[in-house]
């Protein structure tokens, strides 16, 4: 088995893309579930709007990239005052069932063949990444040492995803030590004891969802940019879950915890993937072919999931007597 | 020892004064009081075919604390719902401080100064109970997105928030609850906790929707002690409770509710004795005296009922 390749692939994997740009949507979630207790189950979407609003500006309507991010940008507050205004008033659940259609809607038009001259099908976008790389500031070539080395496009969309991170993470700590967040925190536990307060619930309400989903857009730009294509099916309902499923692994209402439960959801995939697939090329275990590998490592996480969930509800950096007590 | 007697006077002067406005008021239901902070007309309330509240006009009087009564399902809670805006009426319009407050929204009927508690409590239970007072305070500059961005541009008020929070809490007995969840305290403490925390809102008319159920009768003692406090400090306080005896103790004037209606109204020390009071609350003919005769014969339908009863029995 060639221990190197996996070994290296899983300590890049820590801090590679796909790390960045799901820790941003799931810091987005963190926001909107964690903090304030909305169920939005459209992430995807929110990335799918920014990300083809960067291709289509940049591509269809030749208009220079930093445009194309403002597109991108506002494509998300649209969409968040889209999905709120007539949710926000409801019960959560409300929420939770328009987002979820909401967001197959926006990937069904994105790759519906009446609209392919414009995002593209199911094929996509391309080439729209041109002008994020002429501000790379690395010289062509490979940085790092040994094996643990990335292309100076890769080092770039990498270093700019992860200060984007550092902001947003900033951004999440000093609001939720803020009075704005302590109401965000409130509606989360009551909203009717926060309304009695003379606080717009409303208002706070498609502010955090405006929130979560401008940061979680950023995970949608840092997707196109890194591969410098957009797809409709990236923005699928699973990518929401994945999200999610990353926000409860780090611990939810954590500053931190989206990150660290993004880094350990992606080591954990890529280190069973390159363990399982070495292993059935190698011939340890005979009933596995390697195209099962890719299901079955979703099966084992899956299950390191369930355990967590048993073993450690409150996720690695949840606060144990906060789950103490039923909130309802 | 002078600023003693100043406040003691001061307080004797409130309950004095409320007294006084209610000494020659009939006690008939929406009677007209001298100086009402808040008046209601004609809210109607249904829920399918039932009708929960039918109030045609009430008037709850400034610097009072006016008790509300009723038998269970009275509609109570459902009236405070109208007025506070967690419900909407059907019909009817009320005034706050002679302002319109029929179709306002939760939030700003309490940024308006009326302020209401929950019959089933709703302490926020994973803040703590500092952060559930902090909570209440108005007109938070951090509660503005940018601005809480900027921890500068709040510290100052939080810093006075927290020790105005901390005043409540010692005179609730809380202090020493501060920094635990909220989720943690007793039930009679949460009480304690929304009473406080609606205090922090600072608001003219307080209304409590069964502030002593399930408190314990020595925190009882204190809590009637804050509600008079209320008072003394100028608040106007509405409650819902069904322990008489409270009622007795602290309430200026009574209004009694029975199958949403307002049936009647009175000082609390005569308000029992009232017929229509004794009805609503025991039903109808329950103190029509029963003659001799009467109770022979009703003596004898029951053993006449029991006898055949148990010949059914033994036939099987
Ligand atoms: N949401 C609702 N849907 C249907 N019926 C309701 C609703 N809320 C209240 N009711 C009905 O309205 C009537 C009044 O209820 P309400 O809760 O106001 O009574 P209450 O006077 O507060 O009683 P209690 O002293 O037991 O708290 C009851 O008959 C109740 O069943
Ligand atoms: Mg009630």
């Not at chain 1, 909305?38 to 220079?64: E, R, S, W």
């Not at chain 2, 509600?227 to 400090?233: A, E, P, S, Y």
């Not at chain 2, 109204?265 to 308000?271: M, R, S, V």
């Amino acid at each position: 088995m060639d221990w190197i390749t996996i070994i290296s692939t899983t300590v890049k994997s820590a801090i590679g893309v796909e790390t960045v740009l799901y820790a941003l949507a799931a810091i987005g979630i963190n926001i909107h579930f964690g903090y304030t207790g909305l169920l939005n189950f459209g992430q995807a979407a929110f990335m799918g709007v920014a990300g083809y609003g960067l291709a289509v500006t940049v591509t269809v309507l030749n208009l220079p990239f930093w445009i194309g991010i403002a597109v991108g940008l506002i494509a998300a507050v649209l969409l968040a005052l889209l999905l709120g205004a007539p949710t926000l008033r409801l019960r959560a659940d409300y929420l939770a069932i328009v987002t979820i259609a909401a967001a197959e809607i926006v990937r069904l038009v994105f790759r519906s063949v009446k609209f392919k001259e414009v995002f593209g099908g199911s094929d996509g976008q391309r080439g729209f990444s041109d002008g994020f790389y002429a501000l790379n500031p690395f010289p062509e070539g490979e940085y790092g040492i040994g094996w643990f080395t990335f292309s100076h496009r890769l080092l770039w969309i990498m270093l700019v995803g992860w200060v984007l991170v550092a902001i947003s993470c900033g951004i999440v700590y000093l609001l939720m030590r803020s009075p704005w967040g302590r109401v965000l925190k409130a509606i989360r536990e009551d909203e009717d004891a926060v309304r009695s307060l003379g606080k717009n619930v409303f208002s706070y309400k498609m502010q955090s969802l405006i929130l979560g989903g401008v940061i979680g857009s950023l995970g949608g730009f840092v997707y196109g940019l890194a591969y410098a294509s957009v797809q409709p099916d990236v923005f699928g309902t699973e990518t929401t879950f994945f999200a999610y499923t990353i926000v409860i692994l780090g611990g939810a209402a954590r500053v931190l915890g989206p990150v660290v439960g993004s880094m350990i959801f992606w080591v954990l995939l890529v280190l069973v993937n390159g363990v399982l697939s070495e292993a059935v090329q190698a011939g340890y275990i005979p009933f596995m072919t390697s195209i099962q590998v890719g299901p079955v490592r979703y099966i084992l996480v899956g299950l390191g999931l369930i355990l967590l969930l048993i073993f450690r509800p409150q996720g690695i950096f949840g606060d144990k007597r906060e789950i103490a007590f039923d909130v309802r | 020892m002078s600023a003693e007697t100043t406040a003691a006077n001061t307080v004797s002067e409130r309950k004095a004064a409320a007294l006084a406005a209610f000494k020659d008021l009939a006690r008939d239901p929406g009677v007209p009081k001298p100086d009402p902070i808040l008046v209601v007309d004609g809210v109607v309330r249904r829920f399918g075919g039932l009708t929960a509240v039918e109030v045609d006009h009430v008037e709850i009087q400034r610097g009072s604390i006016t008790a509300l009564i009723g038998p269970n399902g009275a509609g109570k809670t459902t009236f405070f719902n109208q007025l506070t805006g967690f419900d909407t009426a059907d019909a009817g319009k009320w005034t706050f401080n002679g302002n319109n407050m029929s179709g306002v929204p939760a939030h700003r009927v309490a940024r308006a100064g009326m302020v209401r508690t929950f019959q089933l409590t709703k302490a926020l239970s994973r803040l703590t109970v500092m952060e559930n007072m902090r909570l209440g305070a108005q007109h938070q500059r951090g509660e503005n997105f940018w601005r809480a961005l900027v921890p500068g541009s709040w510290r100052a008020q939080e810093d006075a928030i927290t020790e105005q929070a901390e005043d409540l809490l010692a005179r609730f007995k809380l202090d020493a609850k501060r920094e635990d969840f909220a989720g943690s305290l007793s039930g009679g403490q949460r009480k304690l906790l929304e009473m406080a925390r609606a205090l922090m809102v600072k608001p003219e008319l307080v209304m409590l929707d069964e502030p002593m159920a399930g408190v314990n009768p020595a925190l009882t003692q204190s809590l009637l002690g804050h509600v008079k406090d209320l008072r003394d400090q100028g608040m106007t306080v509405l409650f819902v409770e069904h322990d008489m005896d409270m009622v007795r103790d602290i309430s200026d004037w009574v209004i009694v509710m029975a199958q949403g209606a307002i049936i009647a109204e009175g000082p609390p020390d005569t308000i029992m004795s009232d017929s229509r009071v004794i009805d609503a609350y025991l039903g109808a003919h329950h103190d029509a005296p029963l003659s001799d005769s009467e109770l022979q014969e009703q003596l004898h339908q029951a053993e006449a009922a029991l006898e055949a009863e148990i010949e059914e029995e033994t036939q099987k």
